[in-house]
């Protein structure tokens, strides 16, 4: 199985900030790489698919590159309303899997 | 609007069996994919199955093979997950989510916790 590091676990960063996550996988998962955003208490919500594709109806301040093993996503602005926790997802091959999550607050 | 929404989650004793349902609406549901994805508490998320839009290939994580069977009932747009000599670590709460290349929409899960 296909595992995927996602570093920092925790982040504190202020308003307007400029923010980074991170996702390894342990082998090259061919840019099938895809950015969920969780809130409390919510469904995970798709954010960023194929590594740099933004979904219908996220800002653009989210944004995705990386390729072979190495997967980051970006916020340019953080908004108050990014709070949440996200995960990668690798759909490259079966089984899927996740990355534990990087949860984000605001300083 | 699209919509999943779980069902059938519970308290049920280790060892026991229980059936968790999603119904679908707002999508032409035979034309999607389907997965069961799991988030124990205060954990991250785990993928546990999917079923092809007619249920030609599906595929299940290694921790629940054998005991989970995922199937579909198109006609009543339906996913199932059969759940089957349950542990304390299948204690989560369980999304199904449609695919048909990205997992684009969740429903909001069911919770099941496994406990004597």
């Known amino acids: 199985d296909i595992q995927m590091t996602q570093s920092p676990s925790f982040l504190s960063a202020s308003v307007g900030e400029r923010v980074t996550l991170s996702c390894k996988a342990s082998q090259n998962i061919n840019k099938y790489l895809d950015w969920y955003q969780q809130k409390l208490g919510e469904a995970p919500k798709l954010l960023i698919y194929n590594t740099n594709n933004l979904h219908t109806g996220i800002p653009s301040r989210f944004s995705g590159s990386g390729s072979g093993t190495d997967y980051t996503l970006t916020i340019s602005s953080l908004q108050p309303e990014d709070v949440a926790t996200y995960f990668c997802l690798q759909r490259n091959s079966w089984p899927y899997t996740f990355g534990a999550g990087t949860k984000l607050e605001l300083k | 609007e699209v919509q999943l929404v779980e069902s059938g989650g519970g308290l049920v004793q280790p060892g026991r069996s229980l059936k968790l349902s999603c119904v679908a609406s707002g999508f032409t549901f035979s034309n999607y994919g389907m997965n069961w994805i799991r988030q124990a508490p205060g954990k991250g998320l785990e993928w546990v199955a999917y079923i092809s839009s007619g249920s030609s290939y599906i595929y299940y994580a290694e921790t629940v093979k054998g005991r989970f069977t995922i199937s579909r009932d198109n006609a009543k747009n339906t996913l199932y997950l059969q759940m089957t000599s349950l542990r304390s670590e299948d204690t989560a709460l369980y999304y199904c989510?449609?695919?048909?290349?990205?997992?684009?929409?969740w429903g909001q899960g069911v919770m099941v916790t496994v406990s004597s």
């Open positions: 989510a449609r695919q048909q290349v990205l997992l684009d929409y």
